[in-house]
């Protein structure tokens, strides 16, 4: 019944869609007909540049519609053009070289039309700055795009991780498949504060609020182009444009049509491939199918550098916590916590960790990692400007993903459904996302459980108990026998890590398994969440006068219907917890001085559920000087906000050690964990407690992040075929999430000394008492600072070479901040990049060399110094025009140099891949 609800309610839109078209066609002032155009009405031709070359991916459109086609290989197209209205104009666009409008009066089958290089180096459009068409010289914040012919050009192994190629960009790889990105600081592995959108269509799995990765998003085949807007852009999108937002427009099937199909295999078992099939089936409408398959042997963290929380160093006879270990138990020897035999008092105080498993000991042979996409879409032309669009699309995929742990995502995947109606003056769009887990755990989870499960079949003694006996009894012996302290410890140590559990060993294989399927917190490690987000938007544009005034107003509704069984969230009774957020937003443009002087002002404001409204501005202007309007120069203030996650909010975990508890409510007030280091104040607490004081910690139940961004900068070509895009950013942040582990009671309020004391005898592990350990979330009262740079020059000195390079300074402003204080800035203060890139007849080659500088990265993970790292990532392609087939190979990480990106992830090494790309127009 779940999968029918996105359809259902599809269904209910569509009287609406038509009653909305009725109204977009009566209040559009194109006099074009829906007339189907005689079957003989086709123009075709030719596009090429000024120098012979034919220009494949070119697009030809009929002004004013959505009607139009690209070229094949041989820069050739055919178009149906209705002429029953007298002529048409068509518009021929190449990225890099000036559009042509031709005017025709009658059909024209040998049209042949050359495109000269654009004097200001680029004509390229993007939506995404101001959610309506512009040059991107000219848009008024900093905005990166990708074209179809880079994306075909990177090298990467998931497409997000191509974009460290760009200036200012953060890519984050915690596995091969899984890949998060961030702009102007911040960084974390799992990109909740950039937006990342299909088609408008938001990619987050919705139940925590991320996206992850490309994973399951979309092929390559069918990419457009991707848009990048850094830093704050909720001004017009809403909640978590806090850092930016990443657009990926896909290809209309009415402009790219014809069967696409990619194949690859390389290294590390890679096997790649992707299918686009585009056909119109009448004038007016046309079908798209999308189905992609990946497959490859994951990379596998294996740091096992001392973790900042271990009590010992690394080397420690005593043991120590590894950053990828897991399950490593650690015990305090204390007198109130007596041994089988009684415990050596010359072990008192003294932690001893219980060695645990590795990230491959726990993956096992379920080390693959992979991706299976599958999309359909219908669209229909009510009239030349004014499109349907229907999309179904299914995507899961398996990998690794960092947070609070290291989760295996097995078979995590979402199922979408989009009906859109859009013109060229606005739209009305409505989507469901259902996410689901497949068979993903943790490992952490995974680890300590095996380590606490029976050592025997049917027995009660768990490995660690035997363990620690062991460890006691091995210490005192050898003490005995007269071995010095330090090498009786490390008798200890030998001895109880013989009686753990072996890998090799059937009970191991069968004890993971078990723990690996059951989703039972504190009993299993699988993960479990189905959720579903719907969203409905409208836009309408409108130009308000012959003076360069225009406006632009838009809505949004969105609801989160979230379930876990109460697995995950708060929702034990089994009820899908509902929560919503909803905003309104207008964009106000004034163009002068024969749209030299662009002026802009834009607002929304966002209502939520359990929030207060907000309200978040952006003004901007832009002035282009030059012949050509060839120097630009921006500035812009705007404000952001990200709203807490759904875990951030609902969060209920129940592990049994402790809960991992939502912040929605009152708020919650107990006590620092430092207290129960003294079991004699405890107890002295029962006659007095005002002795607890000094411990208390209180935190206020949650509100929104926010970052208010002041940007300056240029964009333009600084000399001929030189073009330059450089910003000045300063942010300030207030109210940032954190978590923190204390000990409280599940509702909130500040447990009673009887309550702690009942607690401390069970280690707060009793799941019947309401005072437990927690780990609830928090915003920070301190503003964080920052500004940086970034700058990138590309030198376009014909199409055979293009030279880039780009350089990154971000800096944490640390004057205000107290010693010790954790900003979770994670990104490096200086990076690099250079490159080159080309076509030479039919081959087509990049090249770029990365480097990043090493830092500190706080993560709920772990927390420790990325060094310097660096890769370089190549693509090389000949075409085969004839047989419509491109051979391609590539390779990333080429002399598979240091790439650890995120402290506690793998090594990113060498892929190297050799394939093959056919395109049937």
């Known amino acids: 019944m779940k999968n029918l609800y996105p359809p259902m309610l599809a269904a209910l839109l569509l009287p609406q869609l038509s009653a909305s078209a009725a109204h977009l066609r009566n209040a559009h002032s194109s006099t074009a007909t829906t007339r189907t155009p005689d079957p003989t009405e086709f123009v075709s031709g030719v596009i090429k540049t000024s120098t ?50 031709v ?20 004509n390229e459009t993007v939506v995404s700055a101001s959610r309506i068409e512009e040059n991107i010289l000219r848009a008024p914040v900093t905005i990166d795009k990708l074209s179809t012919q880079q994306i075909e050009k990177i090298s990467n192994p998931e497409i997000l991780g191509g974009l460290g190629q760009l200036k200012g960009i953060d890519v984050s790889s915690a596995s091969m498949l899984f890949t998060s990105v961030s702009t ?3 960084n974390t592995a799992k990109s909740e504060r950039v937006v990342q959108l299909v088609d408008y269509m938001d990619t987050q799995l919705p139940s925590l609020n991320l996206s992850p ?66 056909k119109k089936l009448t004038d007016k409408l046309a079908i798209k199918i999308n189905a992609s398959s ?3 042997n994951d990379w596998i963290a294996n740091n096992f550098e001392a973790t900042q929380s271990s009590v010992n160093p690394a080397g420690s006879p005593l043991g120590y916590n590894a950053v990828n270990r897991y399950g490593e138990y650690g015990y305090t020897f204390m007198p109130s916590q007596q041994l089988p035999g009684g415990t050596n008092a010359e072990l008192y105080g003294k932690t001893a960790y219980m060695p645990g498993f590795t990230e491959q000991d726990l993956v096992a042979n379920d080390n693959k990692t992979s991706s299976y996409r599958l999309q359909g879409a219908v669209s229909y032309l009510l009239r030349e400007d004014l499109k349907l669009t229907v999309e179904a699309k299914y995507a899961e995929g398996t990998a690794t993903y960092q947070n609070i742990s290291r989760f295996r995502v097995k078979g995590l995947g979402t199922t979408q459904y989009r009906a ?4 060229s003056k606005g739209f009305l769009r409505l989507y469901s996302t259902e996410d689901f887990t497949g068979k993903s755990y943790e490992l952490n989870q995974l680890g300590t459980l095996l380590q606490e499960s029976p050592a025997a079949e049917g027995g009660t003694v768990s490995y660690a108990q035997q363990f620690y006996a062991t460890y006691n009894a091995a210490y005192s012996q050898a003490r005995r026998a007269g071995a010095p302290v330090e090498a009786a410890l490390a008798a200890a140590q030998q001895a109880a890590a013989a009686t753990q559990l072996n890998t090799g060993n059937p009970r191991f294989t069968a004890l993971r398994e078990q723990i690996i399927g059951n989703k039972t917190p504190g009993v299993g490690a699988q993960q479990y969440f189905n959720s579903f987000l719907n969203d409905i938007s409208g836009q309408r544009n409108f130009q308000l006068n012959n003076a360069g005034t225009s406006l632009v107003v838009g809505a949004a509704y969105r609801e989160y219907r979230l379930g876990s069984n109460g697995l995950l969230f708060n929702d034990k009774d089994n009820k899908r917890i509902r929560n919503y957020e909803y905003g309104a937003y207008g964009q106000l443009t004034q163009s002068l001085l024969e749209e030299r002087l662009k002026l802009a002002f834009a607002g929304r404001v966002d209502d939520f559920k359990n929030f207060k409204p907000a309200f978040s501005p952006r003004a901007s202007v832009v ?7 060839q120097h630009n120069i921006r500035a812009s203030y705007g404000r952001a906000f990200r709203s807490p996650s759904q875990t951030e909010q609902y969060f209920y975990n129940d592990i049994r050690t402790g809960v991992l508890i939502g912040n929605i409510g009152m708020g919650f007030q107990g006590y620092n964990l430092a207290l129960f280091n003294s079991p004699q104040l405890l107890a002295a607490a029962q006659n007095n407690p005002s002795v607890l004081q000094p411990y208390e910690y209180n935190i206020k139940p949650l509100t929104l992040e926010r970052v208010g961004t002041v940007e300056i900068g240029y964009k333009g070509a600084i000399l001929p075929k030189v073009y330059l895009d450089a910003s000045y950013f300063r942010s300030r942040y207030n109210d940032f999430i954190g978590a923190r582990t204390f000990v409280g009671n599940t509702d909130g309020s500040r447990p009673t000394p009887q309550q702690l004391a009942a607690g401390y005898s069970t280690a707060y592990t009793n799941q019947n008492q309401p005072t437990r350990v927690l780990y609830a979330y928090y915003n920070n009262d301190q503003e964080v600072r920052t500004q940086g740079v970034t700058a990138g020059l590309t030198y376009y000195f014909k199409r055979a070479l293009n030279i880039t390079g780009n350089y990154s300074l971000n800096v944490l402003d640390k004057s205000n901040l107290p010693e010790g204080f954790q900003t979770f800035y994670n990104t490096p203060k200086h990076k690099y990049n250079v490159g080159a890139t080309g076509t030479i007849g039919n081959l087509s ?28 990532d190549a693509y090389l392609g000949y075409t085969l025009p004839k047989l419509n087939t491109t051979l391609q190979t590539g390779i990333s990480n080429a002399f598979n140099t240091n790439n650890v990106q995120v402290f506690g992830g793998p090594q990113i090494g060498r892929l190297a891949y050799l394939g093959l790309r056919v395109d049937l127009k």
């Open 845 to 872: 080659y990049n090249v770029n060399y990365r480097w990043v500088q090493g830092h500190v990265q706080e993560m709920p993970f772990a927390t420790g110094s990325i060094k310097d790292y660096s890769t370089t």
């Open 213 to 278: 990765g490309n994973l399951v998003g979309i092929p390559e085949l069918d990419m457009e182009s991707i848009e990048i807007i850094h830093g704050p852009a909720s001004a017009l999108y809403g909640s978590n444009a806090l850092s930016g937002v990443i657009l990926f427009n896909t290809k209309d099937p009415f402009v790219y049509e014809g069967l696409s199909v990619r194949l690859r295999g390389g290294q590390r078992n890679l096997l790649d491939g992707q299918l686009r099939y585009a």
């Open 52 to 101: 012979g070359e034919a220009l494949p991916g070119a697009t030809v459109f009929i002004k004013g519609s959505f009607i139009g086609t690209s070229t094949n290989h041989l820069g050739q197209f055919r178009l149906g053009v209705p002429f029953e209205n007298g002529p048409v104009t068509l518009v021929v666009s190449y990225v890099g070289y000036d559009s042509q409008e």
């Open 623 to 629: 002035l282009s000087l030059g012949e050509n309007k």
């Open 184 to 186: 102007r600081g911040f």
């Open 103 to 122: 005017e025709l009066k009658t059909v024209d089958n040998a049209l042949s039309v050359a495109l000269a290089p654009s004097a200001t180096l680029l």
């Open 420 to 423: 859109e109606l859009k013109s």
């Open 294 to 296: 990946f497959r490859a």
